[in-house]
Nanobody, 120 residues
């Protein structure tokens, strides 16, 4: 079993420069993790994936045109998952979730979510 706990987020001002980091503590059966991701759910919208990282080779992907403003990273032991966001905009306001798929069945595990509010 894998457990995830997000941290970071809060109220930030939209700005072209600077960045915001979100962290996700990963514990439990880490060796079973096959992929790690960040999702977000904007107000009134469905939860959407914003970036993925493959556990075996570290390959990363950024659906929905996130590449350039988003960076996903892990430490070597995969006990931490990070999301760096730059050039924040009010439309980035959302609850951000870390996610892993573990085991042969690729069982989804979710963190509790962390709110990011970007003011203009």
């Amino acid at each position: 079993q894998v457990q995830l706990v997000e941290s970071g987020g809060g109220l930030v001002q939209a700005q072209a420069a600077g960045s915001l980091w979100l962290s996700c503590s990963v514990s439990g059966n880490i060796s079973s993790i096959r992929a790690m991701s960040w999702y977000r759910q904007r107000p009134g919208k469905q939860r959407e994936v914003i970036t993925n990282s493959r556990a075996d080779d570290g390959y990363t992907s950024y659906p929905n045109s996130g590449k350039g403003r988003l960076t996903i990273a892990t430490n070597e032991a995969k006990t931490w998952l990070y999301l760096q966001m730059t050039s924040l905009k009010p439309e980035d306001t959302a609850v951000y979730y870390c996610n892993t798929r573990a085991g042969d069945a690729l069982r989804n595990v979710w963190g509790q979510g962390t709110q990011v509010t970007v003011s203009s």
